[in-house]
């Protein structure tokens, strides 16, 4: 079984930057994505970003092209959400996720998750 750990959550202004840490255990070949997802109050969660752990491919949701970059550090087993430009709609709780492939996650069929970390961007 895949463990996720988030770290790195926190309140930020508007135009800020955080960074977002994902420690994983218990990976096998069964899980190649991590990603990252979102889930703002009274919203559904949704897909923000995932990258292939094996080949690096990387998949972003429209909301956040050009601002937040996924990259994964496979000697430290963890991924990281660089998240920049942030805006108040970005404000949601981040749950890392595991999943066989990036197809599988984008379809949000997971097989791990975080226990969130709380984002909170102020205007």
């Known amino acids: 079984q895949v463990q996720l750990v988030e770290s790195g959550g926190g309140l930020v202004q508007a135009g800020g930057s955080l960074r977002l840490s994902c420690t994983v255990s218990g990976r096998t070949a069964t899980s190649d994505a991590m990603g990252w997802f979102r889930q703002a109050p009274g919203k559904e969660r949704e897909v923000v970003t995932a990258?292939?752990?094996?080949?690096?491919?990387?998949f972003y949701a429209d909301s956040v092209k050009g601002r937040f970059t996924i990259s994964r550090d496979t000697a430290k087993d963890t991924v990281y959400l660089q998240m920049n430009s942030l805006k108040p709609e970005d404000t949601a709780v981040y749950y890392c996720?595991?999943?066989?492939?990036?197809?599988?996650?984008?379809?949000?069929?997971?097989?791990?998750w975080g226990q969130g970390t709380q984002v909170t961007v102020s205007s």
């Open positions: 996720a595991a999943a066989r492939y990036l197809a599988t996650m984008k379809s949000g069929s997971i097989g791990s």
């Open positions: 990258i292939s752990w094996s080949g690096g491919t990387t």
